[in-house]
């Protein structure tokens, strides 16, 4: 039998091993349902370089199998192995290679980054600057507050939405241990998330205390809360649903239940939510017909009757503690 050249089993293997790793790399079901337009991108970039990490894989473990085998000591054979130096072609080789896959990843990272809307932070205008005073910071966050522009840091719109103001925008604030949403235009503070499908989204990020990262996982955005310095979020969400939000830095004790959930409505019912917050908020508390005592702090609830007991509202502050 004619023996078959090693460049042709190469040449084989690697068809195989190419065929292998471009199925699992988009095969795999390791990412969450995609719910926003960025979600697509970030998984692209994610299976390149899964693939890549599996043809690796079975490159460095295909090679080990069978160097194992075939080199294997036979039986009564106790001389050395061949010494060898260096191979200077194969060390070029082995850099070469690596050389091109990165860079080629960190092109095409920037390109996905850019299309996503993380060159675009629009710089929102953010109401009274903290100041860190004492520290190194207060000095550069002084030089900004010279203009109304807030530093420009997160996800911003993409190309094609840049320049245009957002259809919804948010103020989240990120504190030990919740996440706090506000919707400047309409008054409503609620905790969790609320957002129609298909609409341009702004979040702009703050944080109460300590530095908290924000992170939808189906909608593959994460941007982190800083204290003092504003950080936006812009995407569109493409599917109605429930969806959790993670605080991904670690802030604390109770970082690990740092968790709520973002709820993608169709138009229709945001609207009918929005409309219903809108009223549940609105109504005072000597309008309400009934409340349940169970809701109301001390206070609220020793207030109507604080007149009559002949004590002072600082009493009342007293009481609570
Ligand atoms: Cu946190």
Redesign the pocket.
């Known amino acids: 039998m004619q023996k078959v050249p090693v460049s042709l089993w190469t040449l084989l293997a690697g068809l195989v091993i190419s065929a292998i790793s471009i199925w699992i790399g988009q095969n795999h079901s390791l990412l969450p349902l995609q719910a926003s337009q960025q979600a697509p991108l970030v998984d692209g970039f994610f299976n390149i370089m899964f693939t890549i990490a599996i043809a690796l894989f079975l490159v460095v473990e295909g090679t080990i199998l069978i160097f194992l085998v075939k080199f294997r000591r036979r039986k009564g054979d106790d001389t050395d192995g061949v010494a060898i130096e260096g191979n200077t072609a194969l060390e070029i080789f082995w850099t070469a290679v690596p050389t091109v896959i990165v860079v080629a990843l960190g092109i095409y990272s920037v390109d996905v980054y850019n299309r996503m809307g993380g060159f675009e932070p629009a710089g929102h205008v953010h109401s009274p600057v903290a100041h860190v005073s004492g520290s190194a910071m207060a000095a550069t966050l002084n030089d900004e507050s010279s203009s109304t522009t807030a530093p420009t840091i997160g996800i911003g719109g993409t190309p094609k939405s840049h320049g245009k103001p957002a259809d919804l925008v948010v103020d989240v604030k990120?504190i030990q241990?919740a996440w706090l949403f506000n919707y400047p235009e309409t008054g409503i503070s609620a905790g969790e998330l609320h957002i129609p499908v298909g609409a341009d989204v702004q979040l702009n990020l703050s944080a109460g205390d300590v530095i908290?990262s924000f992170w939808v996982p189906n909608f593959r955005l994460k941007q982190d809360a800083l204290p003092g310095i504003p950080t936006e979020l812009r995407f569109v969400a493409t599917k109605p649903g429930t969806y959790p939000v993670v605080?991904a830095?670690l802030?604390g004790g109770y970082?690990g239940s740092?968790r709520t959930e973002v709820i993608v409505h169709t138009p229709e019912d945001y609207q009918a939510w929005v409309t219903e917050n809108q009223l549940a908020q609105k109504q005072d508390l000597h309008e309400a017909v009934a409340v349940n005592p169970a809701n109301l702090s001390t206070s609220e609830f020793l207030a109507p009757h604080v007149h009559e007991m002949g004590i002072t509202a600082a009493t009342l502050v007293q009481l609570q503690k």
């Open positions: 990120g241990y908290h605080c830095e802030c970082h740092m």
